[in-house]
């Protein structure tokens, strides 16, 4: 059991009769608790809270919200998740209160100007993606790759071409993929990744045939590399009957530039969470719609968001749907910070979002490339992968490296993933930040490896400067003890 170095629990902090508030004095009737609930249900004991003051319950909550790391409070190069600055005008448009207060069982004549909100969303999601129609109501990534996966399937279904029964996903996907086709009642077949970090399309070729319902591809992919032969790929697919699905959870490199609508794929989602600037990773709810080609239009989620005129409602009437994805209309709060970012970006805005993403994972990427292992040398797009080979021949693993960042301030970047390549780092930097940050952490990297050669116990042992040290992260993840035991007066099992 690691122990917290300074505050105390805020059960430690208790003393009997301190309260944190003060209530006026009742002026009505008292009445039994019995008579409004249950007695069965009516707690005998007193409840065991923390009796503190306003004040200490504040400075208490307030400190442990300093131990966390954050965009606003580091630098977040965690390669796949876009750890994008998330800009406050977003949040001051998502509690205007006429969009804020919205009800989503509020007559379509009521809310028309939600509804013309989430439709002028779907047609700039469809302009950036080159699709022909988008559903908003996903929730999250994961959830989009399982609704266009559904989609797919009910419209080879239509065809009746019910063998298609396997999707085919590249070993360098993210995780999500396999379990979303799954899930979806795919079974899955791992395409290999070549010598350059792209799909190998021989053995594409191979496991390509008349089972096949769909290829699932990132693209830049997730080794941060762009498919250069995706229309070859796409001819491939698509001349054996299968439909192309775009992982588009992190588009940070294209917008503007090129579009998976363009380059060939029928199903795209995209993550609003990561590059439309949600806040995410514990800090918000997520979105994740899905953009679908013409012929994939009637199986869309119902409702579908109509324009007739000049207004807006929701058509229930459609038989081929794959029914409701999600209660009401999606994350609707987190539509209204993504649409407040394609505004005040605006296409030439986002072109450089994406230009700065690339230049940036670039600039870092070669001013480390001396210090670690590169395993693929082309430019990359908006991240890049490191491997940390050479410093685990000299005792030190990448997972040590992440903890010793922790100590120079910074969130680690993704590690052992994508799962092909060894000790594998995976940075993101993001076009939110200067160049003296970028410069600052590549540094730190530079001093860790440094460390690795002269001092390696030092970087074994991290962290040395947060507040715990290092944790069982196994155990920690399989075993989480959430509650604070009164009994033992402690956290620990
Ligand atoms: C984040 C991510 C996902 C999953 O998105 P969630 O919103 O976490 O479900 C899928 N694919 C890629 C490439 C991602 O980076």
Redesign the pocket.
């Known amino acids: 059991m690691r122990q917290v170095k300074d505050t105390a629990f805020i059960f430690e902090q208790s003393q009997p009769g301190r309260i944190g508030h003060s209530l006026p004095e009742l002026d009505v009737e008292e009445q039994a608790l019995s008579t409004l609930i249950p007695s069965e249900y009516v707690r005998k004991e007193k409840a065991a809270l923390p009796e503190v003051s306003e004040l200490d319950l504040m400075r208490h909550y307030t400190a442990l919200s300093k131990r966390n790391h954050g965009v606003d409070s580091g630098f977040y190069p965690l390669g796949?998740?876009t750890m994008k600055y998330n800009p406050k005008v977003n949040e001051d448009v998502a509690r205007i209160p006429g969009l804020a207060h919205v009800h989503p069982y509020q007559p379509e004549t009521q809310v028309q100007g939600s509804l013309q909100l989430m439709y002028e969303l779907q047609e700039a999601l469809a302009a950036i993606t080159g699709m022909d129609e988008v559903t908003l109501q996903p929730a999250?990534?994961?959830?989009g790759?399982w609704t266009g996966l559904m989609m797919i399937r009910a419209f080879h279904e239509a065809n009746g071409d019910d063998q298609r029964t396997k999707v085919i996903v590249p070993d360098s996907a993210?995780g999500?993929?396999p379990a979303s086709a799954s899930v979806a009642g795919f079974d899955t077949i791992t395409v290999r990744t070549n010598a350059h970090g792209l799909v190998d399309l021989d053995h594409l070729r191979e496991v390509v045939g008349a089972d096949t319902a769909a290829l699932m591809l990132?693209n830049p992919n997730?080794l941060g590399l762009f498919e250069s032969d995706i229309v070859e790929m796409a001819a491939i697919i698509h001349e054996a009957g299968g439909k192309l699905y775009y992982?588009g959870?992190?588009s940070n490199a294209i917008l503007g530039i090129t579009r998976p609508g363009d380059m060939g794929f029928d199903v795209v989602h995209l993550?609003l969470?990561?590059t439309f600037t949600g806040p995410h990773g514990g800090g918000g709810p997520?979105s994740?719609p899905v953009g679908v080609k013409k012929e994939l239009i009637p199986f869309l989620p119902k409702p579908v968001l109509r324009k007739k005129d000049d207004r807006f409602y929701f058509d229930d009437h459609r038989p081929q749907s794959i029914g409701r994805v999600k209660p009401y209309y999606g994350n609707y709060g987190i539509n209204v910070r993504a649409y407040t970012y394609i505004r005040t970006m605006g296409p030439a805005g986002l072109r450089h979002v994406s230009e700065f993403a690339v230049l940036n994972a670039n600039y870092m990427m070669r001013k480390l490339a001396p210090y670690f292992d590169l395993p693929y040398t082309q430019h990359c797009k908006h991240e890049f992968v490191l491997s940390g080979k050479r410093q685990k021949n000299l005792g030190v693993r990448t997972l040590d490296m992440a903890k010793r960042l922790l100590d120079f301030g910074y969130h680690p970047p993704t590690i052992y993933f994508p799962l092909n390549v060894e000790e594998c780092m995976m940075i993101e930097p993001t076009e939110t930040e200067s160049k003296e940050t970028l410069d600052a952490f590549i540094d730190a990297m530079i001093q860790i490896a440094k460390e690795v050669e002269e001092t390696p116990e030092v970087v074994q042992d991290a962290p040395h400067h947060t507040v715990i040290s290092r944790l069982d992260e196994a155990r920690a993840a399989r075993k989480p003890v959430l509650r604070y035991e009164k009994e033992k007066d402690t956290l620990s099992v």
């Open positions: 796949s998740c999250a990534g994961a959830h790759e993210h999500t993929n990132t997730t992982d959870a992190n993550n969470h990561k997520g994740g």
